[in-house]
């Protein structure tokens, strides 16, 4: 069993900036990738980012790819997503992912 549980989403200005956290907790997460997706209505969920835990491997849809960043605390078993240069289209429910397990998923609302 795996629990993730996701903060720090918000409103903000296009152009600014938003840090949300995915603690995780349960079975050895540490030997899986941790990912972000986010969805909005009527859309499919989409692939954000993700992280191996191992060996700290990143890798970043296109379309986020250098304005985020996916970082973790070991000690804290929590990862980051960094958000910066949010624009409009950033809009989503943002969830936190591991293998099978997802977490309850935090909005994101960019105004412009």
């Known amino acids: 069993q795996v629990q993730l549980v996701e903060s720090g989403g918000g409103l903000v200005q296009a152009g600014g900036s938003l840090r949300l956290s995915c603690a995780a907790s349960?079975?050895?997460?540490?030997?899986?990738?941790l990912n972000w997706f986010r969805q909005t209505p009527g859309k499919e969920r989409e692939f954000v980012a993700a992280l191996w835990w191992s060996d700290g491997t990143t890798y970043y849809a296109d379309c986020v790819k250098g304005r985020f960043t996916i970082s973790r605390d070991n000690a804290k078993n929590t990862v980051y997503l960094q958000m910066n240069s949010l624009k409009p289209e950033d809009t989503a429910v943002y969830y936190c992912?591991?293998?099978?397990?997802w977490g309850q998923g935090t909005q994101v609302t960019v105004s412009s």
């Open positions: 349960g079975r050895t997460v540490s030997r899986y990738a």
């Open positions: 992912n591991s293998t099978d397990y």
